[in-house]
């Protein structure tokens, strides 16, 4: 069954939009975000492909790329029983 993020090979979602001068966060919770799921997968609490399984079931195309991030390492984190 394709995942949400599954698009393999589709058309029509138009150009990729790049920023000039974009940041590499937007906000200090990104960043955060991204040091924790680096801790926790250097702590071997998690590994990168169970991260990216999380990420696909988890996705909400309402939220933003950090928001999907994190409410895969909490589900991550639940489902190992750590919280």
Do not use: C
């Not at 609490?45 to 390492?73: C, G, K, P, Q």
């Amino acid at each position: 069954m394709p995942r949400i993020n599954d698009v393999g090979g589709r058309d029509g979602f138009g150009p990729v939009r790049q920023e000039l001068d974009e940041p590499p966060f937007h906000a200090d919770w990104e960043a955060h975000v991204m040091a924790m799921n680096r801790a926790l997968i250097r702590r071997e609490v998690y590994n990168l492909d169970e991260f990216r399984d999380a990420v696909e079931r988890t996705m909400s195309h309402e939220s933003s790329y950090y928001e999907n991030w994190f409410r895969a390492i909490r589900t991550l984190l639940e489902e190992k029983g750590v919280v």
